[in-house]
Each structure stands twice: as structure tokens, then as C-alpha cells.
């Protein structure tokens, strides 16, 4: 496999990010400059960071393995609440955050209820976006290996196979950490515009070039696509059949349906660019929350495109396969892509190809460590570790915090590495999207009370609301029951009778539990007081500055 052409492709690809990256937020001295860039960046380019911070390398092999194993649009029908969120999220949060102006977004929550709620909310983030996000690191070198197999004709062992993994995910993430230590949110925004244009170009030539070797194109696609459920977009579950009770538990069950997609798709997104760090901080880089608004909302009108072109490569894919069998063909369903990658593009092509995989990774992984550097420096290194910090100090502590969440995101996705060696035909977009099912529930929860009252919640009722959302969904997702047999202990009361809830769902009722039990706690009036006091002082500030 003559692979220079394809090298130069990609090194050309990586100085471009790296120099970008590296000059574009360069010389910053304060930690709003690093974290937010002084709210200057155009809408446009927030949107596109957004959407590349959505395509993540799981996103660029899974979305198409999801295509490939159920040949339907199915998984697109989540775009629908992904709309719907954004548009809730645009007028209902949006607007607070840049009012409060808050960098970290759960100062908002300090603000609203006290200090321990919004440590508990950026605890809660800081866990699960160092879990997610080196969950689905692991993803970007997949290639790797595929490579090492088809150069060598040999499959790799095990450790060989953990060791390219290993080795890829340190380079890759060495590479991203240099230039978002260096730029930090300028640095990530402007790379992700780069990263997005290849990724989308990558997408784009990859559905073209398997029609191009489909006999008869789309008509021949067609030919191999007769069975029921083949190409369906929705997918609607009925209640009707035995009880009523029986019906629900099934519609809960299933991961992709109309329902999901509506109620479960919309609560997903609320949480995950609502009150993911990662999420709302590029947002916060926009002028206002009028272009905050409209790149968020366009973002989500984009998303069902791009999604739907995914899973067409994946289906694509499919009948490609029916038409060319190859008895080499990865059983796991992320593999496949990039095996036909490797396979059947042509050089040059090729190496864009790997530059897109890779520009998913690195769009990704940049706001993540950007977000998690972020929160952390706000929300625990200036109030506990040092408060007098400030200007130069303050970045310098971002930037070695950028470095400590990189190594650490390398662990998780070594380790994330192994298991997927151990236990193959892993499918990935539930596994990732899981985890953020979990607790997210209860932090998009805790955010709804401080955003619709104004009069309920505090500390101490918001701890119980999250921990009783956590234990809902913990119950209703099985995981319980799991923990309990790993145990040696019978399952709970509940075992056959509630459902084990698809991952859509997971955050609705977490959500749902953790608002309705925070609203029944009243906040002091001396917090209100104080609330509408930062408020007064924000927006004087505000008006003074633009007078």
C-alpha cells in the first residue's frame, strides 16, 4: 500500500491546524480572552465550531456503522429534538448566561442558589466530560489499526493492538493540547472552522465516490434495499398491542423512535448544550446573545444534513459490500468505514479521508480540554486553591490544567481502548451517548429550576433533586440491577416491572425527577436578594461600557 501521498496529505492537514491554532489566540492575558475571546468571534464561526465539536470521531465511524447495520434513517430521527432543544435552550438559557456573564457557565448556579450547587453541577461535568470524551477518543485511531493489518497481513495480538492505540491517542492528543494551551477558545473556534470544511468535504466525496462504484448508482442501491424497515425514517411504536403498560415499556425500550426523537432527543439536547461547559463556552464567544441565538439554532438545522449524510455513507456502505464481498470485512461496525477508507479509496483521497477521521477527533478533543480547563480553573482554582490570582496567573493555571485534562483524557481512552479489544462488536454511539445519560439528567434538572423560578430551589433541596434523579435513572436504565448481580445480590423489587429505558430517555426522566423534587425547596430571601443585585450590577456594567 503506497501510502506517501496519503502522508503528505495528512502532515499538510496538521501543520495547517497547528499553525492556525497557534497564532490565532496567541498573546492572551486574561481568562476571559482564553476561555471566551473576549465574546468577539463571528456567529458564523461559532457555528461551524459547533458542529465540529458535535462530530466527534465516534460520530465519523459510528453514525455510518449505525447505517450500515440497520440500513435506515432511524438515528436521524433524533435531529428532530436536537432542533427543538436548541430553540429552548436559545431563549430560555442563552440570554442568562450572557446577562450574568458568567465564563463558567455553573457560576450561573452560584449566582442563582450558593456555592454548593454549582460545585456539585461543575463536579458533575468535570466526571462526565473526562469519561465521554475519552470514551470516544479511542475512536479516532481505528484506522490505525486497520492499517497495521492491511500493511502487514497480519492481525495485530492484543497488546500490539493496545500499544497503536495507546501511541495514537498520546500523539493525537499531544498535538490538540499544544495549540488549545496556546490559543486557548480562539485557537479552538478558528481550527474547528478548518476541521468542519474537511470533515464535511470528506462526507460529501465519500457518498458521491460510492455511488460512482455502485452499479447503476442509486437505482442499484435500491435493488439491494427491499426489506422492511430499509431506508425508513421514522419509526413509529404503538400501545395497543396487550396492555397499555406493556406497549409503554416496549416504546421505552426502543432507542430510535418518533417518541424518542421528540421528548427524548429534546431533553438530550437541552443537557448537552445547555449545561455542558463544553457546549455553551463557544457560544459565549459570540458579540451578543442575539448571534449566540442564531448560530445555535442554524447549528441544529444543519445538524439533520450532516447526519443524514453519515448514515447514507453507512447504508451506502451496505450495499457497496453486496455487491463486492469481501471476506476480510470487519465484523464491528464502526470498522467498517474505515476499512473501505483504507481499501478502496484512492491515494491521495485517501489521506483526506484520514485527515477528516482525524479533524472529528481534534475538533472535538480541543473543546472538550478547552471546557474542562475552563471550569476547572473558574470553579475550583481561583475560590479554592488560589483566590488572589489574577490576569497572566490565572491563564498560565488554564494552561496547565489544558495539559493535566489531556493526559488524563489519554488514560480514559486507553483504557477504553482495552475493553473494546476484550470485548468486540461494541457499538458505539449508544455507549457514548450513555454516558452522558447518567448524570446529566440531574444537571439539566437543577439548571430548569433556577431558569423557570425564581423563588424555588436551594443548596441543600438541589443535592437531594440530583441525587434522586441519579437513583431513577440508575434504576431504569438496569445499571442497578448489574451492580447488584456483580454483587451476588437478588435485583430490586422493581426488576421486571419498570423498564430498562433506551439511552434517549435516560435524561428526560432524570431531568424531570430532579426538577420536580428541587422546586419543592424554596430559595432564602437573602439569596434572591443578591441574585437580582449581580444582575443590576452586570448590566450597568454593560450599559456604562457600550455608552
Not at 453514525?63 to 428532530?80: D, H, K
Not at 495480538?157 to 477558545?185: P, S
Not at 483504507?342 to 491515494?347: D, Q, S, T
Not at 474542562?372 to 490570582?389: E, G, H, K, Q, V
Request: charged fraction near 10%.
Amino acid at each position: 500500500m503506497n501510502l506517501w501521498i496519503d502522508g503528505l496529505v495528512i502532515l499538510t492537514y496538521f501543520a495547517v491546524v497547528i499553525g492556525v491554532g497557534l497564532t490565532k489566540g496567541s498573546g492572551e492575558k486574561t481568562m476571559e480572552g482564553f476561555a471566551i475571546g473576549d465574546r468577539q468571534i463571528p456567529w458564523w464561526a461559532v457555528l461551524a465550531s459547533i458542529l465540529a465539536a458535535e462530530v466527534s470521531a465516534a460520530t465519523f465511524l459510528g453514525a455510518p456503522g449505525e447505517g450500515f447495520a440497520l440500513r435506515n434513517f432511524t438515528y436521524a430521527q433524533l435531529s428532530i429534538g436536537t432542533v427543538l432543544g436548541r430553540i429552548i435552550i436559545s431563549f430560555l438559557f442563552i440570554k442568562a448566561y450572557f446577562d450574568y456573564r458568567v465564563v463558567s457557565i455553573y457560576e450561573f448556579l452560584q449566582i442563582r442558589f450558593g456555592t454548593v450547587t454549582k460545585n456539585a453541577a461543575s463536579a458533575i461535568f468535570l466526571l462526565t466530560r473526562v469519561l465521554a470524551s475519552g470514551t470516544r477518543l479511542y475512536v479516532a485511531a481505528v484506522i490505525l489499526v486497520l492499517g497495521w493489518e492491511m500493511s502487514t497481513g497480519q492481525k495485530p495480538t492484543a497488546g500490539q493492538e493496545l500499544l497503536i492505540y495507546v501511541a495514537a491517542l498520546a500523539l493525537l492528543t499531544l498535538l490538540t493540547a499544544l495549540y488549545t494551551a496556546a490559543g486557548g477558545i480562539k485557537a479552538v473556534v478558528w481550527t474547528d472552522v478548518i476541521q468542519a470544511s474537511v470533515m464535511f468535504s470528506s462526507i460529501i466525496f465519500s457518498i458521491f465516490y460510492l455511488l460512482h462504484q455502485i452499479p447503476n448508482g442509486w437505482n442499484g442501491a435500491l435493488a439491494k434495499l427491499t426489506q422492511p424497515g430499509d431506508l425508513c425514517f421514522f419509526r413509529f411504536e404503538t400501545i395497543s398491542e396487550g396492555t397499555f403498560w406493556s406497549g409503554m415499556k416496549k416504546l421505552l425500550e426502543t432507542e430510535y423512535t418518533i417518541w424518542a426523537a421528540v421528548l427524548g432527543a429534546t431533553f438530550l439536547t437541552m443537557a448537552t448544550h445547555g449545561t455542558d461547559q463544553d457546549m455553551v463556552q463557544r457560544m459565549l464567544t459570540a458579540k451578543d446573545h442575539q448571534r449566540s441565538r442564531l448560530a445555535l439554532i442554524l447549528s441544529g438545522l444543519a445538524d439533520l444534513p450532516v447526519v443524514l449524510g453519515f448514515l447514507l455513507v453507512g447504508i451506502l456502505l451496505y450495499v457497496f459490500y453486496q455487491y463486492n464481498p469481501d471476506p476480510n470485512l470487519p465484523t464491528q461496525n464502526p470498522r467498517v468505514f474505515a476499512y473501505f477508507i483504507l481499501r478502496e479509496l484512492p491515494m491521495g483521497i485517501r489521506g483526506l479521508l484520514i485527515a477528516g477521521l482525524f479533524a472529528t477527533a481534534m475538533g472535538s478533543l480541543s473543546t472538550a480540554i478547552n471546557a474542562l480547563a475552563t471550569s476547572f480553573t473558574r470553579d475550583w482554582y481561583l475560590p479554592y486553591i488560589n483566590p488572589s490570582a489574577e490576569g497572566m496567573a490565572v491563564v498560565r493555571a488554564a494552561r496547565w490544567a489544558t495539559a493535566a485534562f489531556a493526559v488524563i483524557l489519554v488514560a480514559v481512552g486507553s483504557i477504553t481502548s482495552w475493553v473494546v479489544i476484550m470485548v468486540p462488536g461494541s457499538r458505539i454511539i449508544p455507549i457514548v451517548l450513555g454516558i452522558f445519560g447518567y448524570t446529566y439528567g440531574s444537571l439539566l434538572g437543577v439548571f430548569l429550576v433556577g431558569m423557570v423560578t425564581k423563588t424555588r430551589g436551594n443548596d441543600r433541596g438541589n443535592l437531594l433533586a440530583m441525587l434522586c434523579g441519579f437513583l431513577v435513572v440508575l434504576i431504569l436504565s438496569g445499571l442497578l440491577d448489574d451492580i447488584l448481580k456483580l454483587l451476588g445480590l437478588p435485583p430490586g423489587p422493581w426488576f421486571n416491572i419498570l423498564p430498562v429505558i433506551a439511552f434517549p430517555w435516560r435524561i428526560f426522566f432524570g431531568a424531570i425527577v430532579t426538577f420536580f423534587v428541587g422546586i419543592f425547596f424554596s430559595t432564602p430571601k437573602e439569596v434572591m436578594e443578591k441574585t437580582v443585585k449581580h444582575l443590576e450590577t452586570e448590566n450597568t456594567g454593560i450599559f456604562v461600557k457600550n455608552s
